[in-house]
């Protein structure tokens, strides 16, 4: 089995009816991967404070085996308990977020914010080791700049204070996607630090998670994870056709009814074939058809009659 496969932590997509769709596709085949599902980030204050959403963020389903949850949050008091309450569910392990660049996350002092500070990051995760026994990880960014021996003394600290993986971003918090991914950094800190480092940013093909997988301990994967679910069961078979695209959305739009709340529904639609109708001759198309309604039953009909349209066309 190759190196481990991670799926990111996105918002509004990587929750438990994406990782039901990725599973679904596992067959009678063993998989090529070893698989890793991080949630989508959960607010520490949210958490605590009994959110009304938090159970479906906290959903474990369908392999808490391979589940690692995201926590975000600014407070180290909330962050320590809420890592203590996660710790309490089947899941193999805990990530702190000291990577998102988002300004609504940022003005709490949370994300990349963490990376200002080496002696405030180093003292939340002490505060948190004795409270996790799962494995404690934390993705992050190359930094507020781009200062690789920075990035090297504070992931240094967090080896220190018990931190067992760290995945790597390697883009600084201002660009965003501006630029590509420094993958040699990613490679560079493997080679300062004890621990696993992960590596994350461009990987849009099968092409790339193989070549990417090199530079590290494990390859996380975003965007193309959501266009292509069946990427992590693909078995190294680069020619095989892609399954029936048709089948795979109506899937979807069942698990997500099964799995997410109404208030959701539609959000995480959108999200999802957002990337999803990249697949589609008319992707652009399909998406402003689908974005245009206001229901999820609305949204089938429209995936539904798009097919058929493709079928009877001459």
Known sequence: MEKPLLLAPMAELSHRGLRELIESYKGQNLPRYEIEYFTEMISAGAFIN???FESWYADNGPCPEKLVYQLVGGNADQIARAAGMLNLYECLGIDINMGCSAPAITRTGAGVRWMEDIDRAGALIRRIRPLVSRRLSVKLRTGLTDDFDYLVRFCRRLQEEGVELITLHPRTAKEKFKRRARWSQVSALRKELRIPVAGNGDINSADEIESRSGECDAVMIGRLAVRKPWIFYQNGDKE??????????????????????????????RRFFHYFCDNLKWGNYVKNLLNRETSLLDMEKTWRRFFAEQIIRP
Request: hydrophobic fraction near 40%.
């Open 50 to 52: 009994g959110g009304p």
């Open 240 to 269: 095989a056709p892609d399954p029936d695209l048709e089948e795979a959305g109506l899937r979807f739009f069942g698990l997500l009814a099964k799995y997410q709340p109404a208030e959701f529904h539609i959000s995480r639609a």
